[in-house]
């Protein structure tokens, strides 16, 4: 049984004074330490290519051999020079000048091109560019350099990978500053709103940051030792969660806080009281979204391995954040904390009412909800469940087999622009070809027949540097003879292949396809990667993710569940509510994205991302409900245990979902498609979590169940639930509650 203090209890001083203070300098020193660091992520963290690669798809495997053939690992900035009308030959002079500055600033590589298109309206450069500097900054100045330079009145372009990599970065820049006080300053305004109180917000605000500096710390930490790869991606994600979960467990402590003020007039007392109360379900909910997150490790994608840990150690910092420095803050604060509107001290005979329907003591929304569960509770879950089914039907509507790099950044972007100038002029797939791995034994029969296939323009063996072998092609006068021999390593050859299709269309994934099952019945060894095929493995490996890491979710959440309420078929509802809550975001989701935001699909992680999240945290306010709902039933029985617990925890569910949904919200700053997409499902699956299923679908459901919602625990035996009600006018009360538990 929970006790509550009395007025008069005492405390003694060391745990007065001395613990809160020692508690509060301890995070005020974190802070001051990961505080600076959240600048230095940078350092850490990287947007390349190889931070999203599925870790054993052929893609990847074509990569490592691409590595044995060059001294570094360089990626392609296309420049793309184009006119409204035919270059002359001064022009093309002028251009053809652009060579030396270009290679200057591309570190010294040697440029490909000029090369005019057939057209004779555009000219393209090739600038190898080493991915493991600054992209973004070398992409900055190629695009000074050729703007300067390039004739009067033509259009320059840096794209290729070079510039799309460097526009994503520029995407991402906001996450450190915008993201960040966007998310707070919707947590501040609602936290505002709620406690109508000076303090209380900043109090939260205060756990909530000093919880994102330890994350970051230690996020930093771990990318340093390299024990995980941190991209951008995950950079916002993390901050967007830690917040969102350490204000959902101050929330929870607050409301047990306030409620133990109505007892006692010692604020160390009712601090106390608070934690004991609720540090049950913020472990259990804690617990649950970092194994949750954890078991994105069984992916095969490295962007899903780095976020789990790194989500993971956030929501670490969250708890802990929630369970020492807050209590510390509200045990030094006390009821000043809620001012003005402080908690008054009710009279003995108030503070533990008698409870017959469980809606006694309750007022306004929740009252009426609570009426309304238990008045027709089996027309309120029907109705519920019918309603999310028919949400659920839009999930068939879900585009989610990924999208072109062209579309993801959804602001202006001068490397997207590109793309479009080079299709218009050259080759679709120019500039990001297919590379192909083959045994210098069948080196010819696979050119042969690489060159042969449909959708392939051209293709050819690259020599020692990149340098492809055309046969017959003149040298430039002064230049050196042109290779004639392909490059070999461990008995390898490269092929480029130029596709006819842009490289990141579903068109050339379907040339992939073909060439990688045409190219391996003429040699087994064969293997085909580049772009293309990086962005069609990833697409795959991220629904292969989805079938296998789901199953090892829900059984993660339902194991919880089941110790924590002592229960298997409450448990087992409750994740079947959190599934189908999920369905139902999906399905609106996927309505929004198809017919009022038009776009022309969703990253093939997107599902993934929004179910980890939607559920693990969906069932945060399962605990936050379940728990307190268990706590009324073994005093007051399950039926009006459920309707007292569902009164005193549905401001606090609501409160928390508004706040989550706002953090995740605030996402939607960030230019990037995947991180809109995400921010809307998880805002708006969380808010139908809180509303509909939290609210009427699992309290109706577990009302019209009656005990058996607690089988097989004593607590579902119909005996045990009326000496339960009976618990009110027995002598001795605890004893009796001590044996039901």
């Known amino acids: 049984m929970n006790k509550t203090p009395h007025a008069s209890a005492r405390v003694p001083f060391w745990l007065r004074w001395l613990v809160p203070v020692l508690l509060v300098i301890t995070w005020l020193a974190i802070a001051g330490i990961g505080g600076p660091t959240f600048g230095r992520l940078e350092e850490v963290s990287s947007n390349d290519q190889a931070s999203f690669l599925p870790a054993g798809a052929e893609a990847t495997e074509v990569q490592d051999w691409q590595a044995k053939f060059r001294d570094t690992n360089e990626i392609p900035a296309i420049i793309v020079i184009e006119s409204e009308s035919a270059f002359t030959p001064a022009q093309l002079g002028e251009v053809a000048a652009l060579k030396g500055g270009l290679e200057a600033v591309g570190g010294g590589s040697t440029v490909i091109g000029p090369i ?24 900055k100045e190629l695009r000074d350099e050729v703007q300067a330079s390039a004739p009067e009145g033509m259009q320059t372009f840096v794209t290729g990978p070079a510039g799309l990599t460097a526009d994503l970065v520029s995407a991402f820049a906001g996450i450190d500053g915008i993201l960040l006080l966007a998310a707070l300053g919707a947590v501040f305004v609602i936290l505002l709103i709620v406690y109508r109180s000076l303090l209380l917000p900043v109090a939260v605000l205060f756990t909530s940051v000093f919880a994102l500096c330890a994350a970051i710390l230690l996020v930093f930490g771990m990318a340093k030792l390299g024990w995980i790869q941190l991209n951008g991606q995950s950079q916002g994600i993390l901050s967007i969660l830690v917040i969102g979960a350490a204000t959902d467990y101050a929330l929870l402590y607050v409301s047990r806080f306030r409620e133990a003020l109505t007892h006692t007039t010692n604020r160390t007392a009712a601090a106390l009281t608070a934690w004991k109360n609720s540090w049950e379900p913020i472990i259990a909910s804690g617990a649950t979204v970092i194994i949750a997150l954890l078991c994105l490790l069984f992916s095969d994608l490295n962007s899903n391995k780095a976020l789990g840990p790194v989500a993971a150690a956030g929501i670490l910092c969250a708890l802990f954040a929630a369970l020492t420095l807050l209590p510390a803050m509200m045990a030094l604060l006390g009821r000043a904390a809620f001012w003005p509107f402080l908690p008054k001290l009710l009279p003995e005979t108030e503070r533990e009412p008698e409870i017959v329907t469980g809606l006694e003591g309750q007022k306004g929304v929740w009252r009426a909800t609570g009426s309304l569960v238990s008045g027709r509770p089996r027309t309120v879950w029907v109705a519920s469940v019918l309603l999310l089914l028919v949400a659920s039907a839009g999930v068939l509507q879900l585009k989610a087999n990924g999208v072109p790099q062209t579309d993801v950044i959804l602001t202006a972007s001068n490397a997207v622009d590109g793309q479009d100038a080079l299709a218009r002029h050259f080759d679709a797939g120019s500039g990001s070809p297919a590379v192909i791995v083959a045994n210098e034994a069948a080196a010819q029969e696979v050119l042969k027949a ?18 492809p072998i055309i046969p017959g092609a003149p040298a430039a006068p002064g230049a050196p003879p042109a290779p004639t021999a392909p490059a070999v390593r461990d008995g390898k050859v490269l092929i480029n292949a130029t596709l006819n299709f842009a490289a990141d269309s579903n068109d050339a994934e379907n040339v992939v396809v073909a060439l990688r099952q045409d190219l391996k019945k003429v040699d087994d060894g064969t293997l085909v990667g580049g772009v293309t095929a990086t ?11 989805l079938v296998t890491i789901i199953p090892v ?15 298997v078929l409450a448990p087992v509802l409750l994740v079947a509510s959190v599934v189908l809550s999920y369905g139902a975001a999906l399905g609106v989701s996927a309505f929004v994205f198809n017919n009022i935001l038009g776009f022309p699909g969703a990253d093939a992680t997107v599902p993934l991302f929004g179910f980890v999240f939607l559920v693990a945290l969906g069932v945060d306010y399962n605990i936050f409900l379940m728990s307190r709902v268990r706590e009324e039933s073994l005093k007051h029985g399950t039926r009006p245990g459920i309707l007292r617990g569902l009164g005193v ?15 995740f919200a605030a996402l939607g700053v960030i230019p990037i498609m995947f991180l809109v997409q995400l921010a809307f499902i998880v805002a708006f699956g969380v808010l139908l979590d809180t509303v509909l299923v939290r609210s009427l679908l699992v309290p109706a459901l577990a009302h019209d169940i009656g005990p058996r919602i607690w089988w097989p625990s004593k607590l579902g035996r119909p005996e045990t639930d009326a000496a339960a009600r009976g618990l009110r006018a027995a002598p001795e009360p605890e004893a009796a509650e001590a044996g039901i538990r």
């Open 116 to 139: 005019p298109s057939e057209d004779a309206k555009a000219v393209q450069f090739v600038v190898p560019i080493d991915s493991a500097g600054e992209v973004k900054e070398i992409v």
């Open 649 to 663: 925890t549905g401001g606090v569910i609501t409160s928390a979902g508004v706040v989550l949904a706002a953090t």
């Open 450 to 467: 690489t060159r042969a296939a449909d959708g392939v323009g051209d293709a050819y063996l690259l020599a020692d540097g990149g340098m």
């Open 535 to 545: 962005a069609l493995d990833t697409n795959t490996t991220a629904q292969r993710d």
């Open 553 to 567: 979710v829900l059984a993660v959440i339902l194991v919880i569940l089941m110790l924590l309420l002592r229960s």
